[in-house]
């Protein structure tokens, strides 16, 4: 590649866990508070750190070559980017969020038509303009620069456009959620111009490839345990596997090395059953990367 590849690193609630992701992928930044251009690994990449309400924008028109922003932003922006990937991961959850409409507990609106001629605020105007128009309901839409919750409960809006992952906070400020607009998660985006450049593509799926095996390791850990011969076709049909487990004999012995990869939510569960049925020994690791 002539030319090290532009990417855009979300600041503010993703920045944290997008340099985790990173790391766990295989690229260590480093980022001075007063900079927004951290320090990577790599010779072939340049990071910039910008808001990711505006990534689009700059990835869209050149600024940057690709970076890593939300699909709601993509969206708001109306910008026309080629998405590379979903990344489903955030600072709270490894789950995709949801933009919702929110009112306070005791609100006479039940539903979307009841806010024929009301106020509402919320940070992502432009796409929530867009969703009242397509459904013929006139309503008044307001930007909100944070706190948006308060703004319903100080009586300075009628209902909330609001971003969130568990609904808690929304339940703390005292209001509840009657309708959901869009689920959004993370997105690797490029411009279609450094799409087009085979060096700079490379790159872009290099980073999309090792981005998504550190997530899909996020949710998998590798399990290994000694079987003995009379009890192996048991416990191997308890295992679930990506393909099937590698079984190994154990040296001048009638025992196997059995090993696989399994969920980190059902791993819990099968170690249990594994020992009833034979198994010994057994060990569980971490992964940082499964491809």
Known sequence: MTT????????????????????????????NDRSYFPEINDDTIECTICRAQEMSRYVENGTLDAGLTGKDWIAENSSDVHVVEDLIYSKVSARPARWVLAVPYDSPIRALDDLKG????????AFTKRYFEARNI??????SWGATEAKVVSGLADAVVEVTETGSTIRAHGLRIIHELMQTNTQLITNRQAWKNPHKREKIEQIALLL???????KMVGIKMNVPHDKLEQVVTLLPSLNAPTVASLYQSDWFSVETVVGTGVVRDLIPVLLKNGAEGIIEYPLNKVI
């Open 4 to 31: 090290p590849l532009k990417l855009g690193i979300p600041k503010g609630s993703l920045q944290n866990a997008t340099f985790a992701l990173f790391k766990r992928s295989g690229w260590t930044i480093n980022v």
């Open 138 to 143: 006139a309503v008044k839409v307001e930007f």
């Open 118 to 125: 009301k106020k509402i605020a919320t940070e992502l105007v």
């Open 212 to 218: 998504k095996g550190a997530l899909l390791g996020e």
